[in-house]
């Protein structure tokens, strides 16, 4: 059975769905205002993980992943850019669109824009109003009562007192406390025309956290299986998505709340609020995108992630030795996974002990051990499957393993003409020569392997 480690009870729980057989899912997406970084790549691949691992396991999942298109970030940004903010949206959706299909992210089931639900947000905001957890400040924002709610602090486990303590803002613009957030930002002067929404309680626009909770109440409903998102999400966004839902309905929110852990760069979070991030497509012009998948999946999704050049670079050879034995040995006819044969047995025992990969993928390189040893056709069929299941080892192994040569076919004509002269060497009994020639290979980076079907290569 499924094991996931619950935020909310900060330990592991076997995972029961409200109902059977079926997995409602929501995850934070993508403010988008800037190309996605590998934070967020993290987020895009984990929970496309979680999502197929559920689906292999017999449930039927329905994932929603929002997009933030209204928030502060983006109105500064399409200001400084002179554009609309629906231009600026719309070629980030596009841009965040080409590097989720590159890293192998399937597209999530609903993927709704926060500017699409504002009359569902309103709503909200209404019912909480009625329930005595929502007030209109003295600057005309709508704020939420957080001392209010008795379970304002369940998810982050810390006291209101503790909270109030480590509050460094006045109370300002009319709040009751500094701890309430706006729930409805009253329209400023000094915003463009566009961006703004009639209310009840005038014209303005939703605060950032109640988007999250009436898009998840619309295509999920009140009461879902599990919320996901980046450990910086846990406090205050996914707190405040606790109150302002159960506040609204009344009922419990939420029943598995998962967390990724941070990307980091010299033992800091990466992040574009301290310029230390690395985006997709910067990345992806050094390293293929299987290979960043790879390098994501490595690692448990609770832990850290160290990104450098030389993890990257570690992952690339890694992955490699999996599609070199995939090369040697062509996989037998696909055929669905035998769960009880004992390779796919300990990788089962591993997704489900919370969606272990690092764990999981350690059965997929003792795969590829057996298929180097006894050739086997099926183990190799075996090996590609269950990589599949993780969204890997998909691509012709040939070309997996030849691309990447600075990404010029020229390149790998001159290398099949180097190849071409070491055979004819060797023949000529020219040892030295067919030596050189491999040596200068290899100090470009390409290993040459001789195999009854000839000489074969790939990078280093």
């Known amino acids: 059975m499924l094991k996931l480690h619950n935020s909310l009870s900060r330990k592991k729980e076997q995972f029961s769905p409200i109902e059977p057989g079926k997995v409602r899912m929501y995850v934070c997406g993508m403010t988008v205002y800037d190309y996605c970084h590998l934070g967020h790549a993290r987020v895009m691949v984990v929970f496309d993980m979680v999502a197929r691992w559920l689906r292999s396991s017999g449930y039927a999942v329905t994932y929603v992943r929002n997009i933030t298109d209204i928030d502060d970030k983006i109105i500064k940004r399409a200001q400084e850019n002179g554009e609309s903010i629906r231009a600026l949206t719309d070629r980030f959706i596009a841009a965040m669109h080409e590097d989720a299909d590159a890293l192998g992210v399937l597209r999530p089931d609903h993927e709704p824009r926060a500017t699409e639900f504002v009359p569902s947000m309103q709503r909200l905001i209404s019912d909480l109003e009625r329930h005595g957890l929502a007030y209109q400040a003295a600057n005309a924002d709508v704020c939420y009562s957080v001392r209010k709610f008795d379970g304002y602090g369940k998810l982050s486990g810390k006291s209101l007192d503790e909270l109030r303590a480590g509050e460094r803002v006045e109370v300002a613009g009319g709040k009751h406390d500094p701890l309430d957030f706006v729930l409805w930002k009253h329209a400023r002067a000094e915003e463009p025309e566009e961006v703004k929404w009639d209310s009840p309680w005038g014209p303005g626009r939703p605060g950032w956290h109640i988007e999250c909770s009436a898009m998840s109440s619309e295509l999920l409903g009140d009461h879902f299986d599990i919320h996901g998102g ?63 998948r790879f390098f994501i999946l490595r690692a448990h999704y609770r832990s850290p992630l160290n990104y450098s050049d030389a993890h990257l670079e570690d992952a690339r050879s890694a992955l490699s030795r999996l599609y070199t034995a995939l090369r040697n040995v062509p996989a037998a006819d696909a055929a669905e996974i035998d769960w009880a044969t004992p390779a796919a047995a300990r990788f089962k025992s591993a997704m489900d002990d919370d969606f272990n990969t690092a764990e999981a993928l350690s059965v997929l390189f003792d795969l590829a051990n057996e298929v180097n040893r006894s050739r086997s056709a099926e183990a190799a069929a075996e090996l590609k499957a269950l990589g599949g299941v993780l969204g890997l080892l998909e691509q012709d192994p040939t070309a997996f393993l030849q691309a990447g040569i600075e990404g010029d076919e020229g390149d790998a004509t001159v290398i099949e003409e180097k190849i071409a002269a070491r055979i004819a060497a060797k023949k000529a009994k020219n040892f030295a020569d067919a030596d050189r020639i491999r040596a200068e290979l290899l100090a470009d980076g390409i290993v040459l392997e001789d195999t009854p079907q000839g000489t074969i290569w790939r990078r280093a």
Request: net charge negative; glycine share 6%; aromatic share 12%.
């Open 230 to 292: 980046g450990a910086d999400l846990q406090f205050p966004h996914h707190e405040n998505e606790i109150a302002q839902s159960e506040g609204a309905h009344q009922c419990s929110f939420v029943n598995y709340w998962m967390h990724n852990g941070f990307v980091r760069v010299d033992d800091e979070k990466m992040s574009k609020s301290l310029g230390n991030f690395f985006t997709i497509r910067d990345v992806l012009k050094d390293y293929a995108p299987e290979v960043v």
